[in-house]
Nanobody, 124 residues
Framework: QVQLVESGGGLVQAGGSLRLSCAAS????????MGWFRQAPGKEREFVAA????????YYADSVKGRFTISRDNAKNRLYLQMNSLKPEDTGVYYC?????????????????WGQGTQVTVSS
């Protein structure tokens, strides 16, 4: 089992920045591919970003490419998402997830463990 707890969400104006964190506990953090997903009201959960076990490879949704940066600190069991130039359409609940299959890193079914989520609201 892996327990994931997100933090860092909040209310920010368009153009602003936020940094999300995800604290992991339980099994060895570095064994897992990690990802960020988000879900807006009335919409399906969508992929935001993913990172390989070592952190050497990263993947982004086209909608966030160039604005968001995913990173991880395996020594601290932490996953991060730096979000810059935020837009109202970035609003939603952001979830971190842990999985084992890098080939499925952009889909929810590639992940076995999920956090409870943190709300991000971007005002126009």
């Amino acid at each position: 089992q892996v327990q994931l707890v997100e933090s860092g969400g909040g209310l920010v104006q368009a153009g602003g920045s936020l940094r999300l964190s995800c604290a992991a506990s339980g099994r060895t953090f570095s064994n897992y591919v990690m990802g960020w997903f988000r879900q807006a009201p009335g919409k399906e959960r969508e992929f935001v970003a993913a990172i390989s076990r070592s952190g050497g490879s990263t993947y982004y949704a086209d909608s966030v490419k160039g604005r968001f940066t995913i990173s991880r600190d395996n020594a601290k069991n932490r996953l991060y998402l730096q979000m810059n130039s935020l837009k109202p359409e970035d609003t939603g609940v952001y979830y971190c997830a842990a999985g084992g299959n890098l080939l499925l890193a952009t889909t929810p079914r590639g992940y076995d463990y999920w956090g409870q989520g943190t709300q991000v609201t971007v005002s126009s």
